[in-house]
C-alpha cells in the first residue's frame, strides 16, 4: 500500500452558527460559536488517515495556543506531522466561518500557512505508489516542488485548485489529478457555471483542462453537492450519483472526497471505485458539524458501503454526494 503525502494548510475555525447568512452591513444573531480544527490541507490528512492511509503531513504551526491544540488534535487523528514545524512568532491559520441551513461562507486569514516554503518540501520521502495532495492555501512555489519531487519519485499528484486563485499554469500541469467544483472549474476555465447547470456544459469546461503535456491526459473530477461529481478519465466520462442524506454542515466535505480519494489511490485501487468511495465520504461528512471532526472512520464508510444504493440523477431530484 502507498502513502499519503499532503502537503497544505492547517487552521483552527471559529464556526458560527445561524438560522441565516446576514446581508452586507446587517447583523444577525447567532446560535453558537465552534471551535474546530480545519485547514484544507489538515482536513484532507485526516480524511485519509481515518480511512486507513498512511499519512503525512506537510505544514507550519504558530507557537500559540491554537497550534498546540491542532498539533495535538492531528496527532489523535493518526497523522504523522514529522514535517508540520512551528514558527516561532507566527501566528496560527484561522478561518472564521458561518454556517446556516448546512451552507457556509469562509474567512480565512492564512497566519503560519503562508510559511510553508519549498524547502519544507525537500526531505519528504516520497515514492512510486503514493498519492502527493495539495491546494491553494499555501505558497504556490511550495506546491510547485511538492509535485516536482513527487513527480521525480513516481507519485501520483492531486490538485484542488482552491480557493479559486490566478496562479502559474505550469503547476497545472504537474499535476495527474485535478480535483475542483463548479466555482474553481468557472474561474479556471472563465465558464459562468452554476450547479444546476446541465452535466455536459460541466464536461465541456472541463475537457480543456485534460490536457496534461506530453501526449498524456489528467483525469478532472468536479464535485457538484447533492448532484454528485463527474469525471473525465481515461477517455470517458464517469457519473458519480448524489446520495440522499440530510446536510447538517457542508464544511471540510470537499476535502474529505479528496482525501478519500487519495487513500484509495494509494491503496491500489482504480479512479472510478476511488470516485464512488470518496462520494460516499462526503455524504458522511456533512451529516454531522467541523470539518476535521467530522472525517467518516473505516468502520462508517464498512457500513455505509455495504447499505448504499446507487441514485441516478433525475431533474429536481434532492440527493447529496460529493461536496462542492
Known sequence: MGHVFVAGSINMDVVATADRHPQIGETVVGREMLYSPGGKGANQAVAAAKLGAATTLIACLGDDAFGRDLRAFLSAQGVDLTFVKTAAGAQTGTAVITVAHADNTIVVIPGANALVSAADIGTANLAKGDAAVSQFEIAPAAIHAFFLRARAAGATTILNPAPAIAFDRGLLELADILILNETELGFLTRSELRGADDPARFVEAARSLQDGGNGRDRITCVTLGRRGAIALAGGE?????GRVVEAVDTTGAGDCFIGAVAAQLADGKPIRDALNYANIAASICVQRMGAATSMPTTAEMNAATS???????????????SPT
Open 237 to 241: 466520462s464517469l457519473v458519480i450519483p
Open 307 to 321: 447499505a448504499a444504493t446507487r441514485i441516478p440523477h433525475r431533474t429536481g431530484e434532492t440527493a447529496v454526494g
